[in-house]
Every structure is written in structure tokens, then in C-alpha cells.
């Protein structure tokens, strides 16, 4: 079982910077592939940057590529997205999600543990 909480969320104008974090509990998070996923009000949930166990390979949506950066601590059980150049259309919740093994997804239903969400609002 892995429970993830996920802070760092707030309200920064357009051209700003916000950094989350995703502290996870257990003892298998080095184990798991973490995702950052977000979701706006009346759209789906999508997939922003994913990283493999060893923290060597991230994905990126095209929509951040370039702006977002994805990390992981094993040894502090924290997955981080640090966030620049943020634009009103980052505005959404952000949650992160845990999935056992090192094959990465975009798909939301093969993460197999999920934090409660935080909110990023972006204003112009």
C-alpha cells in the first residue's frame, strides 16, 4: 500500500514558478513509476510528466515540455514538478499517482494509488 499527499499547490500570476511535491509512504516507492496528472474543470484528467523508478527516464506532455520539470527522491519517498513559466491553461489540480513496475503510462487507469490533489490556479 502506498499512500501519496501532495503539497505545494497555490495561486501565481502568469510567468511564474510553483514547485510540488509528492511525499509517498511504504516502503516500495523507489518500486513504482510516479506520474503528475491534472485535471480542469470540465476535462478529462491528462498526464503531465511521468518518471521511472530510477528517476533516468521522464515523459513529458507537449503542453509542459520545456517549462516542467519532473524529479524523484527515493531516499525521501518524493516525487517533485517543478513548474516555470506557468500560463492560465496550467490551471487545474494536480494529483500524483504511484504504478508498480518500471513501463510508464499515460493512461490515468493503470496508476494504482493517487494522492488527494492540490490546486494550481494560474492568473493572467
Known amino acids: 500500500q502506498v499512500q501519496l499527499v501532495e503539497s505545494g499547490g497555490g495561486l501565481v500570476q502568469a510567468g511564474g514558478s510553483l514547485r510540488l511535491s509528492c511525499a509517498a509512504s511504504g516502503r516500495t516507492f523507489s518500486s513504482h513509476v510516479m506520474g503528475w496528472f491534472r485535471q480542469a474543470p470540465g476535462k478529462e484528467r491528462e498526464i503531465v510528466a511521468a518518471i521511472s523508478t530510477s528517476g533516468l527516464n521522464t515523459y513529458y506532455a507537449a503542453s509542459v515540455k520545456g517549462r516542467f520539470i519532473i524529479s524523484r527522491d527515493n531516499a525521501k519517498n518524493t516525487v517533485y514538478l517543478q513548474m516555470d513559466s506557468l500560463k492560465p491553461e496550467d490551471t487545474a489540480v494536480y494529483y500524483c499517482?504511484?504504478?508498480?513496475?518500471?513501463?510508464?503510462?499515460?493512461?490515468?487507469?493503470?496508476?494504482?494509488?493517487w494522492g488527494q490533489g492540490t490546486q494550481v490556479t494560474v492568473s493572467s
Open positions: 499517482a504511484a504504478k508498480w513496475g518500471d513501463s510508464w503510462s499515460r493512461n490515468n487507469y493503470e496508476y494504482d494509488y
